[in-house]
């Protein structure tokens, strides 16, 4: 059964910053492995995906990377604005299991 | 892109009644769907898979009686939430696969279940 970790459980930064926000996960047999955003009360935003072929992938300020052998994803955002404040959540569908399991998430505040 | 629309957004309930949600994937074919329910402050958890046309799939703990999913379509499926309790109230996420999972997973925007 994947476990997905995320730390740190929260994060409070100044707007500007640079930060990264970590995920494991238990089995490396992952499928993809996905970065959401959620405001609260709301549903999920894709942010990126990344295939189990793949390193990373970046999408404006953000750039995540994965490495399987350690089971390990981080979330790299650049420039913090006021704005990402929200809670970020990573998801590892096994191979041949086709739900994703959750990390509890990383809920950031970007203080203006 | 891919978009999936959950319908409705917030219900308030009253105990003993049931509650239908829709979630349906507006512009590519869903093979499979899933229903997450999430309890404040806490993530997502998986209720259910649902394969078009087959039965859904149940995680342990979650009552295949209570919360009756459908997916009759592929493009639409539903989750009732039968007689209600004020337990029951929380966050209700559908997501829907495309073919293959290829397209990675869509999320629908959730539904606010108030049972009073």
């Known amino acids: 059964k994947q476990e997905v970790t995320q730390i740190p459980a929260a994060l409070s930064v100044p707007e500007g910053e640079n930060l990264v926000l970590n995920c494991s996960f238990t089995d490396s047999a992952i499928y993809n492995l996905q970065w959401f955003r959620q405001d609260p009360g709301k549903g999920l935003t894709s942010l990126l995906l990344?295939?189990?072929?793949?390193r990373e992938q970046t999408s404006g300020r953000l750039n995540a990377s994965l490495d399987k052998s350690s089971g390990r994803s981080t979330l790299y955002i650049a420039a913090s604005q006021p704005g990402d404040s929200a809670t970020y959540l990573c998801?590892?569908?096994?191979?041949?299991?086709?739900?994703?399991?959750f990390g509890a998430g990383t809920r950031l505040t970007v203080k203006p | 892109g891919a978009v999936v629309s959950q319908h409705p957004s917030r219900v308030i309930c009253k105990s003993g009644t049931s509650v239908k949600i829709e979630c349906r994937s507006l512009d590519f074919q869903a093979t499979t769907m899933f229903w997450y329910r999430q309890f404040p402050k806490q993530s997502l958890m998986l209720m259910a898979t649902s394969n078009e046309g087959s039965k859904a799939t149940y995680e342990q703990g979650v009552e295949k009686d209570k919360f009756l999913i459908n997916h009759a379509s592929l493009t639409l499926s539903t989750l009732t939430v039968t007689s209600a309790h004020p337990e029951d109230s929380s966050f209700y996420i559908c997501s829907a696969s495309g073919r293959g999972g290829l397209y990675g997973y869509t999320f629908g925007s959730g539904t606010r279940l108030t049972v009073v």
């Open positions: 998801a590892a569908p096994l191979y041949n299991n086709n739900d994703m399991r």
């Open positions: 990344i295939q189990s072929s793949q």
